[in-house]
C-alpha cells in the first residue's frame, strides 16, 4: 500500500499526487529511442510520441518479468525525455496501469511505498526496458549481419510473439489504443474476429493470430466446410466498423482445407517505413540468375520482391493521381540501373512527356542517348530508331542462326534496350497521326526476341489509352490505386485495386506467377 498523510489506505490527495508529478526516463532511454527510429527498428510513431516509447519500455520490461532486482536495473539518471504525468503517459488506460505496477512495486518492496517510490520504480522499469530494447536490436543486427531489412522483421516479429504470449488482457478489449497498438500490433482482436466470422453465418473452425506484417495484423482462419469468404468481405467489414479498403482476405494453398489468410491493416502510426536506406539493403539481397532483374516492391513480412523483365516481357503500370505511380516507376527503374550495371549490358530509353519525375536519370551512363525523351516529336523519333533498331537485330540473329537475341556471341550482342514511356495518355493526346501508337503496337510484338522490352505508364488507365492490341501485347501488369473497379479491369483484367490503399501499395500480374501478388512500394 502506500503511505497517505490521514494513515487511510486511500483518498483524493493520493490519487492526485500519484497521477500528478513528471515521468523523467534515463538519457539511455532517450538515446536508444532515437536510435531505433533511425535505424527504423520502430516506427517513427515512437518518435514523436514519446508516451508510446514509455509505455513499450515499460511494458517490455514487465513482460521479461524484471519486477525486481537483479533482472531490474537501476536507472542511473533523470537526464532524458520527460513524460508530463501518468495519466498523460497511459493515456486511457492509467488507472489500469497504476494498479499493475502498484501491485508489482509492492511486491518488490514488501513495505509501505511512498509516490516518491512508485515513480523511481517506474523510471528503472522504463530504464531496464530500454537495456533490453537496445540489446535485442544488437542481438538481431548480429545474427542478421547480412540484411538489414531481415534483422529489423526479427527483432519486430520477436517482439510481437512476446505481446502474444502475453495478451491475455487482449480479451477483455475489442480495440487497442493507439500505444497499445504499437506495442502489440493488434487492431481488433482474434476473439472478437472469430465471433464476427460466426455471426455473419461463417463455420470458423479455428482461427489463430499469425503475426505482425509492415502495414497488417495477420490471422490465419480455417473453415468447417467450404466457405464464400471472399463474398463476405463487405459484410465482415461492416460488422467489424471497419473501411473495406482496411482488410484483405487471401486463399491460403498450402495443403489445409478451406483456409485463409485474414489481414488487418493498422492505423498509420504503427506502419514500418521502407525508404532509401531499406530500398539498398534489399537490392544488396538479390541472389537470382534472371537476365534483367527489377525490384518491385516488398511484401508485407518485409522481403523484398525480384523478377525478370525479360520474362514478362511487356509491362503496363497504371494507378490514378495520388496512388504513388511515379515514386513506384522511378523506384523501378532505380532497380533496373542498379541491378544490370555491368558496362555493356543495357541501355534504358525514357519517354516522359510531362518531364518532370525522371530528370535524376540523365546522369546515369546506360541511359540512352543520355537523355530524357520530352517533346512529341523527341518521343516519336525515339519510337522509330527502335523500329528500325529491331529489323537490324532480327537480321543479326538471322546471321548467326539464332532466335533471340541472348543467344548470341558476347562480343556480337548489342545492349539490352528498356523503353519506359511515362505517361501514354499524353502520348496520344499528341499521337495525331497514330504514329506513335502504332510504333508501340510493333514494339510490343515483335521486339522481346531482339532483346528491347517496355514499360508502359498511365494515370488514366481507359479503354482508350490502352485498348486493342497494345493491351493483348502486354501481359504483364501492375495496378496502383484507382478510383473504379472498371479501371482495376482495365489494367489487371480483375477488380481489387480500386480497394488499394494509395501511397504505392500495388497488384501484380506477372507473366509465370499463378495468381495475383499484393505488394507495397518503396518510398525512394
Not at 66 to 87: E, F, N
Not at 133 to 138: M, R
Not at 425 to 445: C, I
Not at 489 to 511: Q, Y
Amino acid at each position: 500500500m502506500y503511505h497517505t498523510k490521514n494513515g487511510l489506505e486511500w483518498d483524493a490527495e493520493l490519487m492526485a499526487e500519484l497521477l500528478g508529478k513528471h515521468l523523467p526516463s534515463s538519457k539511455f532511454a532517450s538515446d536508444t529511442r532515437e536510435k531505433l527510429v533511425r535505424s527504423n527498428a520502430i516506427p517513427r510513431f515512437y518518435k514523436d510520441k514519446l508516451y508510446a516509447w514509455a509505455m513499450l519500455c515499460i511494458a517490455y520490461a514487465l513482460a521479461r518479468d524484471c519486477i525486481a532486482p537483479p533482472k531490474l536495473q537501476h536507472a542511473p539518471d533523470a537526464k532524458g525525455s520527460q513524460v508530463p504525468d501518468l495519466k498523460t503517459c497511459f493515456q486511457d488506460e492509467y488507472r489500469l496501469w497504476l494498479a499493475y505496477i502498484s501491485d508489482a512495486l509492492f511486491e518488490y518492496k514488501q513495505a509501505v511505498c511512498t509516490v516518491d517510490d512508485l515513480y523511481s520504480y517506474i523510471k528503472d522499469l522504463w530504464h531496464t526496458g530500454a537495456l533490453l530494447l537496445d540489446k535485442k536490436w544488437e542481438d538481431c543486427r548480429a545474427f542478421k549481419s547480412d540484411s538489414i531489412l531481415e534483422a529489423r522483421q526479427l527483432f519486430l516479429s520477436e517482439l510481437a510473439q512476446l505481446a502474444k504470449k502475453n495478451s491475455g488482457s487482449r480479451q477483455a478489449s475489442s480495440k487497442l489504443s493507439e500505444s497499445e497498438e504499437g506495442v502489440i500490433g493488434v487492431l481488433i482482436n482474434d476473439a472478437r474476429l472469430k465471433n464476427t466470422l460466426q455471426n455473419i453465418g461463417l463455420s470458423v473452425k479455428k482461427l489463430l493470430f499469425s503475426q505482425k506484417g509492415v502495414r497488417e495484423d495477420i490471422y490465419r482462419v480455417a473453415f468447417g466446410r467450404y466457405e464464400e469468404f471472399v463474398r463476405k468481405q463487405n459484410e465482415l467489414c461492416s460488422n467489424l466498423g471497419i473501411d473495406n479498403k482496411q482488410l484483405r482476405i487471401k486463399r491460403c494453398i498450402d495443403g489445409e482445407a478451406n483456409s485463409y489468410e485474414i489481414f488487418v491493416q493498422r492505423p498509420k502510426n504503427t506502419w514500418q517505413q521502407f525508404g532509401e536506406p531499406e530500398f539498398q539493403a534489399a537490392l544488396k539481397t538479390y541472389s537470382e540468375q534472371y537476365l534483367l532483374p527489377i525490384c518491385l516492391g516488398f511484401n508485407e513480412l518485409g522481403k523484398p520482391f525480384f523478377a525478370d523483365l525479360a520474362i514478362a516481357p511487356h509491362v503496363m503500370i497504371g494507378g490514378a493521381t495520388g496512388s504513388g505511380k511515379s515514386v513506384f516507376v522511378r523506384s523501378v527503374l532505380y532497380s533496373l540501373f542498379a541491378l544490370n550495371a555491368e558496362h555493356g549490358k543495357l541501355e534504358v530509353a525514357i519517354a516522359d512527356g510531362k518531364s518532370m519525375d525522371f530528370q535524376v536519370f540523365e546522369k546515369y551512363q546506360n541511359l540512352y542517348q543520355r537523355k530524357i525523351f520530352v517533346s512529341p516529336e523527341e518521343i516519336a523519333t525515339m519510337l522509330n530508331e527502335h523500329l528500325a533498331d529491331m529489323e537490324e537485330r532480327k537480321s543479326l540473329c538471322k546471321q548467326y542462326a539464332v532466335s533471340h537475341l541472348s543467344d548470341l556471341p558476347d562480343n556480337i550482342r548489342p545492349p539490352y534496350r528498356v523503353i519506359v514511356v511515362d505517361e501514354l495518355a499524353y502520348l496520344k493526346e499528341h499521337d495525331k497521326n497514330g504514329e506513335m501508337e502504332s510504333a508501340l503496337v510493333q514494339l510490343t510484338a515483335q521486339a522481346r526476341a531482339t532483346g528491347i522490352y517496355l514499360i508502359l505508364c498511365t494515370q488514366r488507365p481507359d479503354s482508350n489509352t490502352f485498348k486493342g492490341q497494345l493491351r493483348t501485347n502486354t501481359p504483364s501488369r501492375i495496378a496502383l490505386k484507382v478510383g473504379k473497379n472498371t479501371e482495376s479491369r482495365i489494367i489487371l483484367d480483375e477488380t481489387g485495386a480500386e480497394k488499394l490503399s494509395g501511397r504505392g501499395d500495388h497488384l501484380l500480374k506477372w507473366t509465370e506467377l499463378p495468381e495475383t501478388m499484393f505488394l507495397h512500394g518503396y518510398n525512394v
